[in-house]
């Protein structure tokens, strides 16, 4: 690896260097410098999530019964009470009609005084069961919303706690991250973080709604919701970043034009001793028109950000008035 670099800096050297030769002798480049020097900047934790609708509900049943009909369609808008599902409710009408029938008969018995209190309570308990077990054959919406999955087809055998749908309502969102516990307390609710959508490419506004107070003790992390304020639409599903500020610490920043691209190396030209000296450099994150150097240069060193000319490693420079 090591060859390799220093063949790719001796190439990057000889190029330069064939520019400078077309140069005239002893010509000097008027420059422009920028003294690196350490500088103080937010601490900014990229914490990565999915966006979920604040209010999701999954449907399921309470009744174990064929599906008989589903009149709804993944992205169909839904009331509260709409049938999502009709189950086959052949075995609950018939169990509701033979507990109907006892009901009746103890009620009749009770009258005559032919039954006890105790009997006809027990009676008169199965038949309100098998009334109530009849009417969760309809699976209906629990609010308005959206169909966001359907998760049966006519003919699957419902069954209690096996999701049939998953309903949500598309006018809020948040967004799901997991910090590292190291942040946990840094991070609180009501505090204002910028999240990037990737399917967008909008920069929302979002405010931390919920931090876990228990962590996960195999990832070591917090869930934090994000509550999302965006101009664009948005879909369950979708990628999200967001920066959440965690401190601050130091760093060294130039402007970006100054970072200079070659194949696969990134450099910078340094003004030493009257020539232009190339430094390959390691970038960071960029915030506004800066990006950060990681290494290759130190505090103390002048960064050429502006020439009047052409510029190549060794060529002899001047300052700029």
Do not use: H, W
């Given at each position: 690896m090591l060859v390799l670099i220093a063949a790719a800096i001796s190439l990057l050297q000889f190029g330069c260097a064939r520019r400078e030769s077309a140069a005239p002798a002893g010509a000097a480049v008027k420059v422009r410098t920028l003294e690196i020097q350490l500088q103080h900047t937010p601490d900014v934790y990229e914490a990565v999530g999915t966006v979920r609708a604040k209010l999701t509900a999954?449907?399921?049943?309470?009744?174990?019964?064929?599906?008989?009909?589903?009149?709804?369609?993944?992205?169909?808008?839904?009331?509260?009470?709409?049938?999502?599902?009709?189950?086959?409710?052949?075995?609950?009408?018939?169990?509701?009609?033979?507990?109907?029938?006892?009901?009746?008969?103890?009620?009749?018995?009770?009258?005559?005084?032919?039954?006890?209190?105790?009997?006809?309570?027990?009676?008169?308990?199965?038949?309100?069961?098998?009334?109530?077990?009849?009417?969760?054959?309809?699976?209906?919406?629990?609010?308005?919303?959206?169909?966001?999955?359907?998760?049966?087809?006519?003919?699957?055998l419902a069954s209690p706690g096996k999701a049939l749908f998953v309903v949500e309502q598309p006018s809020d969102f948040r967004l799901d991250t997991q910090v590292p516990e190291r942040f946990a307390g840094i991070i609180g609710v009501g505090k204002s973080v910028p999240v990037l959508i990737d399917a967008t490419g909008e920069k929302c506004d979002g405010i931390i709604g919920e931090v876990d107070p228990a962590g996960d003790p195999a990832s070591h992390t917090f869930v934090v919701k994000i509550d999302l304020h965006c101009q664009q639409p948005l879909k369950s599903g979708q990628f999200g970043r967001a920066q959440l500020l965690v401190g601050e610490r130091t760093g060294m920043f130039v402007p970006t034009d100054a970072v200079h691209e070659r194949g696969q190396l990134t450099y910078v030209l340094v003004a030493a001793d009257g020539v232009a000296r190339m430094r390959l450099v390691k970038p960071g994150g960029s915030y506004a028109d800066l990006t950060e150097l990681l290494s290759g240069v130190q505090p103390g060193d002048r960064v050429i950000v502006r020439a009047e000319g052409e510029l190549s490693d060794g060529q002899k420079i001047a300052p700029s008035p």
């Open positions: 999954t449907v399921a049943p309470r009744v174990m019964a064929t599906i008989e009909r589903i009149p709804v369609k993944a992205g169909d808008p839904v009331r509260a009470g709409d049938e999502l599902a009709r189950l086959d409710d052949r075995d609950l009408r018939a169990e509701y009609e033979r507990a109907k029938a006892d009901y009746v008969r103890f009620k009749n018995l009770l009258e005559k005084e032919a039954a006890t209190r105790a009997e006809f309570d027990a009676v008169q308990s199965r038949y309100r069961t098998a009334e109530a077990k009849l009417s969760y054959a309809n699976v209906t919406a629990p609010f308005d919303g959206v169909v966001g999955q359907k998760l049966c087809d006519v003919g699957d």
